[in-house]
């Protein structure tokens, strides 16, 4: 079944377990790097705001034998757990205060996303951005958020920079890093596929893998990174969910890191997940992230 035919059954068989007054219709959006995703859009009486949930990882799901009528129950429960928490409702997201804790920042890359960040509060860090969202749920699909624009920022009357503290605060604390060696990474997943060259490398995230290459704001990580290591490193851009962590002394050619991230962009990266093309360096003395 292709991906355009297991949309149109799932929302088929959902459409069967909602109440009457809810409805369920598709809804395709503009997502990170302008890659467009389709989910179902569910709609209620009496709410305004309609959440989507995106069915690209349940499609991974059925590839992997799961049944159209467990992905659609799923679904379901996922949407009740969402509504159940009011946290999506309009009259919510109007008042700063009650969302304010929940506000983090994810990066993306600046010049891919040139035509959204028109419409958006954004930081310039480097060549990329970092983006603000209102977060929702975490569940085992990712998180379920609502990216800030700026029509809603000049509702709240708050600065960019406000936002940008608020998020510093948050996101250290609703997704924890995690930094763990790329070998053991491999380990889990390919016990014997592990190559001793990846002993030197190491990977950053947060604890959910969900953009989690925004570890990288989180106040005086890299610094301890680069006390853990005694050493300056690069910082591969593997994905906006994580980075990759190289000691500089592995390195004699920062051309060869650069020609890495693009081939891995190329080949194993989805469109709307790759942050960057090239490596970036961290100098100790400096405590500076640098192109």
Not at 59 to 86: F, M, S
Not at 174 to 180: N, Q, S
Not at 246 to 251: G, L
Request: glycine residues 4%.
């Amino acid at each position: 079944m292709t991906y355009c035919q297991f949309v149109q059954e799932v929302k088929e068989k959902v459409k069967e377990g909602v109440e009457a007054d809810q409805s369920v219709t598709l809804h395709t959006s503009v997502k990170n790097n302008g890659v467009k995703r389709t989910g179902l859009m569910f709609s209620e009486q009496g709410i305004n705001v309609a959440p989507a949930i995106y069915l690209e990882s349940f499609y991974e799901d059925y590839q992997k034998g799961q049944r159209l009528e467990d992905v659609a129950d799923e679904i379901l429960v996922l949407y009740g757990k969402v509504k159940a928490d009011h946290s999506w409702e309009e009259d919510c997201f109007q008042c700063y205060e009650k969302v304010r804790d929940r506000i983090v920042f994810r990066l993306i890359n600046r010049k891919a996303n040139e035509e959204l960040l028109k419409t958006i509060p954004y930081v310039p860090y480097l060549d990329l951005a970092v983006v603000f969202y209102v977060v929702v749920d975490v569940n085992v699909h990712g998180t379920v958020s609502l990216l800030i624009r700026e029509p809603l920022r000049l509702e709240w009357k708050v600065s960019v920079k406000e936002l940008y503290d608020q998020a510093l605060q948050n996101t250290p604390s609703l997704f924890p890093y995690e930094f763990r060696a790329l070998r053991a990474v491999i380990e889990e997943v390919f016990p014997s596929d592990c190559q001793s060259e990846e002993e030197y490398m190491y990977v950053l995230s947060n604890r959910f893998q969900s953009f989690g290459a925004a570890v990288i704001l989180y106040p005086n990580r890299l610094k301890q990174i680069g006390c853990v290591m005694d050493d300056d490193y690069y910082v591969l851009p593997s994905s906006v969910h994580e980075v990759l962590i190289v000691p500089a002394e592995y390195v004699r050619k920062r051309q060869m890191l650069d020609k890495m991230v693009r081939e891995v962009n190329q080949v194993c990266v989805e469109e709307e997940e790759i942050l960057s093309d090239h490596a970036y360096y961290y100098d100790r003395s400096e405590d500076l992230l640098t192109m």
